[in-house]
């Protein structure tokens, strides 16, 4: 597959890009620094603003999928960074005829908040409120367009290597998800690239974490 990632020299972005051409697919990095990449074979770097839908657009020809794991680390204020990339990836995909698009978001985002535990609303209320409100806006626009989306709800990240043992819950089927549940980044990078394969997440919000006793129809292993 020919890829197209936004936030490829991100932490979780990186490894996604890692595993994609270890895979033996091509990436095509749409990046603020071109220059933050190493030359590697498959792999080619596009520089540009991810609120720009016409330079998304002009990258995206020819790709079989998009990937974005776009994050906003510390923080505070988004600036609506991922409602505004969000609008532009949606245009620039309708434009070009590009149907698949993953983004990695976050458990917390939407309705997902009234599913988790206790201690888990309040940290995301106390630390991420502005973040998690971004995000749920661009979803808003991702989720009403003719797109084949998925969004990945990963629940609190690690740095752990890839586990193999992925557990993807559809946040339909979740009733609560008790406690504060772990998932390393190349987990969540695996699980995307799983999808983005498969199409078995098409137009569905995954939920994504490991170790877990919860029990529901829905638990799979990736």
């Known amino acids: 597959m020919k890829f197209l990632v936004l936030g490829a020299t991100g932490t979780t ?19 603020r620094d071109a220059a933050k990449l190493p030359a590697r074979d498959r792999l080619s770097a596009v520089t540009g603003n991810v609120r720009d839908a016409n330079g998304l657009a002009e990258a995206m020809q020819g790709v079989d999928a998009v ?14 960074l991922i409602a505004d990339s969000t609008r532009a990836l949606v245009e620039a995909a309708e434009r070009t005829g590009t149907r698949r698009v993953l983004i990695m978001s976050a458990f917390g985002v939407g309705e997902s908040l009234s599913k988790a535990s206790a201690v888990a609303r309040f940290m995301y209320n106390s630390g991420g409120k502005a973040t998690f409100a971004d995000k749920a806006a661009g979803e808003a626009m991702l989720t009403a367009s003719d797109l084949d989306w998925t969004l990945a709800y990963p629940v609190l990240l ?35 690239l799983g999808a983005a394969a498969s199409g078995e997440w098409s137009r569905r919000i995954a939920v994504l974490l490991t170790g877990t006793a919860l029990k529901t129809r829905s638990l799979r292993p990736l």
Do not use: C, M, W
């Not at 972005?13 to 095509?28: C, R, Y």
């Not at 990937?67 to 609506?80: E, I």
């Open 13 to 31: 972005g990186t490894l996604f890009v890692d595993q994609a051409l270890e895979a033996g697919h091509e990436v095509i990095a749409y990046v």
């Open 158 to 192: 690690t740095n752990k290597p890839n586990s193999g043992k992925v557990r993807a819950i559809d946040l339909k089927e979740l009733d609560r998800l008790p406690g504060l549940p772990r998932i390393s980044r190349a987990d969540v990078a695996a699980f995307l």
């Open 67 to 80: 990937v974005s794991a776009l994050g906003l680390g510390r923080a505070k204020d988004p600036g609506g």
